[in-house]
């Protein structure tokens, strides 16, 4: 058996529809790069019940093959699936609602193959909603200022991996997933071209303002201790600023004779520090509940079957 020389892996929530035309133009896609690649179809639980038309996928074409997590674990777990799972020399990442174009991945490979170990594909006109692209925007502004590492509104997780830059990638184990953040810590030799971005035919993206700001909090909590460095400055410059107000008031008191009054505005500090305070313990609460998640060793995802594999 030649060995896999491309694999694509692709979750699958929420696009039953478009599978069978993403598996046509795949195919077409990857049969004028090479003969020897493998489709991977990873259903995350998808409610329109997409498993029904991978089988019908995986049983036409045996080069297709089919995981089904035993329940929807998420779009990056589903990922960390396929790529566990994947054998080729070089792989692919994409959505499966065709707004990522099979036929790209030609312009991804090409790329690849004057030396690059990954090409991301950067979505300069992206034919999503208004409300999408700012939320999506300032969810990377947030998380490239507490993680301290460089993100591009317009690139995602589509585009083509070497094969060691996967085997990097799937050494990281940690519950909290964020393939493209992983792909930029791993290093390698790194670059991206411009991309066309197709308008969503059929569904809509899973991903509301809801999960956006929880993704950003996993991320940020998993990945950088700015949030508990930025409360102990917050901390020290809080007690600076009540130890200079307070030498003013001793000194205002001594030379001007002036006494310290206001019961409303000592109710409103003490709230205020009071809110403060819990804050702070919750930000420290996240990091301890984000310890007792990785303590446990619980697997990442549960696979109910697979198809080909």
Same mark, same amino acid.
């Given at each position: 058996?030649?060995?896999?020389?491309?694999?694509?892996?692709?979750?699958?929530?929420?696009?039953?529809?478009?599978?069978?035309? +993403?598996?046509?133009?795949?195919?077409?896609?990857?049969?004028?790069?090479?003969?020897?690649?493998?489709?991977?179809?990873?259903?995350?639980?998808?409610?329109? !019940? #997409? &498993?029904?038309?991978?089988?019908?996928?995986?049983?036409?074409?045996?080069?297709?093959?089919?995981?089904?997590?035993?329940?929807?674990?998420?779009?990056?777990?589903?990922?960390?699936?396929?790529?566990?799972? #994947?054998?080729?020399? &070089?792989?692919?990442?994409?959505?499966?609602?065709?707004?990522?174009?099979?036929?790209?991945?030609? @312009?991804?490979?090409?790329?690849?193959?004057?030396?690059?170990?990954?090409?991301?594909?950067?979505?300069?006109?992206?034919?999503?909603?208004? +409300?999408?692209?700012?939320?999506?925007?300032?969810?990377?502004?947030?998380?490239?200022?507490?993680?301290?590492?460089?993100?591009?509104? /317009?690139?995602? !997780?589509?585009?083509?991996?070497?094969?060691?830059?996967?085997?990097?990638? !799937?050494?990281?184990?940690?519950?909290?997933?964020?393939?493209?953040?992983?792909?930029?810590?791993?290093?390698?030799?790194?670059?991206?071209?411009?991309?066309?971005?197709?308008?969503?035919?059929?569904?809509? #993206?899973?991903? !509301?303002?809801?999960?956006?700001?929880?993704?950003?909090?996993?991320?940020?909590?998993?990945?950088?201790?700015?949030?508990?460095?930025?409360?102990?400055?917050?901390?020290? /410059?809080? #007690? /600076?600023?009540?130890?200079?107000?307070?030498? &003013?008031?001793?000194?205002?008191?001594?030379?001007?004779?002036?006494?310290?009054?206001? &019961?409303?505005? +000592?109710?409103?500090?003490?709230?205020?520090?009071?809110?403060?305070?819990?804050?702070?313990?919750?930000?420290?609460?996240?990091?301890?509940?984000?310890?007792?998640?990785?303590? @446990?060793?619980?697997? +990442?995802?549960?696979?109910?079957? /697979?198809?080909?594999?």
């Amino acid at each position: 058996m030649e060995p896999i020389h491309i694999s694509v892996v692709s979750p699958v929530y929420g696009c039953k529809a478009c599978l069978f035309e +993403l598996h046509e133009r795949l195919v077409n896609a990857l049969s004028k790069i090479t003969d020897q690649f493998e489709i991977i179809f990873v259903n995350d639980a998808c409610p329109q !019940n #997409s &498993w029904e038309s991978i089988e019908a996928i995986c049983y036409k074409d045996k080069r297709v093959k089919g995981i089904n997590l035993s329940r929807n674990f998420g779009q990056h777990y589903a990922i960390t699936a396929g790529l566990d799972y #994947s054998k080729g020399e &070089w792989v692919v990442v994409m959505d499966c609602d065709l707004q990522d174009q099979p036929e790209e991945i030609i @312009k991804l490979y090409t790329k690849a193959q004057e030396g690059y170990d990954i090409v991301f594909g950067r979505r300069v006109e992206r034919q999503d909603s208004f +409300l999408k692209q700012l939320g999506s925007k300032v969810f990377n502004k947030v998380l490239e200022y507490f993680t301290e590492t460089k993100h591009d509104n /317009t690139i995602a !997780n589509f585009g083509i991996y070497a094969r060691k830059v996967v085997d990097a990638i !799937n050494r990281y184990r940690e519950h909290s997933r964020d393939f493209l953040l992983f792909a930029r810590m791993v290093g390698f030799k790194k670059t991206e071209i411009q991309i066309a971005h197709a308008s969503r035919a059929h569904g809509q #993206s899973s991903y !509301n303002l809801r999960k956006l700001i929880k993704l950003a909090i996993d991320s940020i909590i998993s990945h950088s201790n700015k949030p508990l460095r930025l409360s102990i400055e917050l901390g020290f /410059t809080i #007690s /600076t600023i009540s130890m200079l107000f307070a030498f &003013w008031l001793v000194m205002r008191y001594f030379f001007f004779h002036t006494p310290t009054e206001g &019961w409303t505005s +000592l109710m409103v500090s003490m709230f205020f520090m009071f809110g403060l305070l819990f804050a702070i313990i919750g930000i420290a609460g996240l990091y301890i509940g984000k310890i007792f998640d990785e303590v @446990k060793h619980r697997p +990442l995802y549960i696979i109910q079957e /697979t198809i080909n594999l």
